[in-house]
């Protein structure tokens, strides 16, 4: 089921809060996630998510696994890029 | 935030299996993407499938961070000769007690620069432009192009290694090929455009430093 910007934005800054994230790995670690290497800390990505607005924010099925719907978020000129597979918040992509 | 363990289970889209599967924690040593280096020993979650890391959970990022910290005490690479030739030459042109000794003080400040101003997607360009204009020159003088290579070395400040960190993320270039943009973005800037505003604030620096 398809999980509005509010919703998603609501659950994403809340793991983001509380450290429950996990960053999405293909056997490395992608640099160009400034999450994963702490290049940018959790509390600047709750900033930019709670400055978003639905015009920020859209969504997409996921490649593979289409039951997993992918959210996007750009906003002063960050990429964040995330989905849920319930109970976790998963982080694909947090770069400039 | 909750504390992961090894042992702990839990679930993970695969990219490798294409599907959704179980996965347990465990530690492992993880290279990064671009080929420098690995985060030896940290807690990863892994593919019960196919034994691929799947997942990095929050709790590794401070040991990820200083892996790629303690990887930047010293920038090194070698580079064609004219490179240094180039940065030499701007450094010059700004002031003529600016030499060698003071290469650090300025690719310190343009890395700063490039980081603060989110120009890093300009690098590129200017580093083609730069690297065309060469072969220009060298077609125009019928010359074959030069194998010669000069070494860089710098011991670099936690400041600086931050700020080349960032920009190789953001670029995704490697030491060697972002120090060559860098060098081509001075040259652009001081010896081509003859930029006033940079002239002047890398003046300021030099006199500060020799």
């Known amino acids: 089921?398809?999980?509005?910007?509010?919703?998603?934005?609501?659950?994403?800054?809340?793991?983001?809060?509380?450290?429950?994230?996990?960053?999405?790995?293909?056997?490395?670690?992608?640099?160009?996630?400034?999450?994963?290497?702490?290049?940018?800390?959790?509390?600047?990505?709750?900033?930019?998510?709670?400055?978003?607005?639905?015009t920020h924010h859209s969504s997409s099925p996921h490649h593979s696994v289409a039951a997993i719907e992918v959210h996007v978020i750009k906003r002063l000129g960050w990429y964040i890029k995330f989905y849920f597979i319930e109970p976790d918040t998963w982080f694909i992509s947090v770069h400039q | 935030m909750k504390i992961l363990f090894e042992g702990d289970t839990g679930k993970a889209l695969c990219e490798h299996c294409q599907a959704v599967v179980s996965m347990h924690y465990a530690r492992r040593d993880v290279p990064f993407s671009d080929g420098q280096g690995a985060a030896k020993d940290i807690l990863v979650g892994v593919c019960?499938?196919?034994?691929?890391?799947?997942?990095?959970?929050?709790?590794?990022t401070p040991a990820i961070r200083e892996v790629r910290k303690q990887q930047l005490k010293s920038i090194e690479a070698r580079l064609p000769a004219v490179y240094l030739d180039v940065l030499d030459a701007a450094m010059h042109a700004v002031s003529c007690e600016a030499g060698a000794n003071l290469r650090k003080l300025f690719l310190a400040h343009y890395f700063q620069l490039l980081v603060q101003s989110h120009q890093s997607d300009q690098l590129q360009p200017v580093h083609e432009a730069f690297m065309q204009s060469l072969e220009q020159h060298r077609h125009q003088r019928g010359l074959t192009p030069s194998s010669s290579t000069r070494r860089l070395s710098m011991k670099v400040n936690p400041y600086m290694a931050e700020d080349f960190l960032a920009l190789q993320q953001q670029t995704r270039m490697n030491q060697t090929e972002l120090l060559k943009s860098v060098i081509a973005r001075i040259q652009s800037d001081v010896l081509e455009i003859r930029d006033q505003g940079v002239i002047h604030a890398l003046q300021h620096l030099a006199r500060l430093a020799v």
Do not use: W
């Open chain 1, 1 to 54: 089921m398809e999980t509005g910007f509010r919703k998603a934005r609501r659950q994403v800054i809340a793991a983001l809060e509380s450290g429950n994230y996990l960053h999405v790995s293909r056997g490395d670690i992608e640099v160009r996630n400034l999450l994963a290497t702490g290049a940018v800390s959790a509390c600047e990505i709750v900033d930019i998510i709670r400055s978003c607005n639905g």
């Open chain 2, 48 to 60: 019960n499938q196919c034994d691929t890391v799947v997942a990095i959970p929050a709790q590794s």
